[in-house]
Nanobody, 113 residues
Framework: QVQLVESGGGLVQPGGSLRLSCVVS????????MGWYRQAPGKQRELVAF???????DYAGTVKGRFTISRDNAKNTVYLQMNSLKPEDTAVYSC???????WGRGTQVTISS
């Protein structure tokens, strides 16, 4: 089974930035259904950024304009650049692909002063 491993989380102050990485154990060059999810304590998992079937990207309204999803097919890696972070962005962030049927365990992101 394909493995997805996230990294890059941490503790940052409000207004700061983080870049998350998701390394996939197999080739992602033909995978279009892939995105970043987050789950905060006591809340449902939320899809925050994803690649569309047309090759574009889309975002949840809560992060649009602040987060950017990208990919490096040569490195089998998907990234999530997060800017202007807010305390409400605190969550466990994971990458996943319904097409692959796999999700990573996630990385903790905490926004606090």
């Amino acid at each position: 089974q394909v493995q997805l491993v996230e990294s890059g989380g941490g503790l940052v102050q409000p207004g700061g930035s983080l870049r998350l990485s998701c390394v996939v154990s197999g080739s992602i060059s033909t995978i279009y259904s892939m995105g970043w999810y987050r789950q905060a304590p006591g809340k449902q998992r939320e899809l925050v950024a994803f690649f569309t079937s047309g090759g574009g990207t889309d975002y949840a309204g809560t992060v649009k304009g602040r987060f950017t999803i990208s990919r490096d097919n040569a490195k089998n890696t998907v990234y999530l650049q997060m800017n202007s972070l807010k305390p409400e962005d605190t969550a466990v962030y994971s990458c996943g692909s319904p097409q692959l049927g796999s999700w990573g365990r996630g990385t903790q992101v905490t926004i606090s002063s």
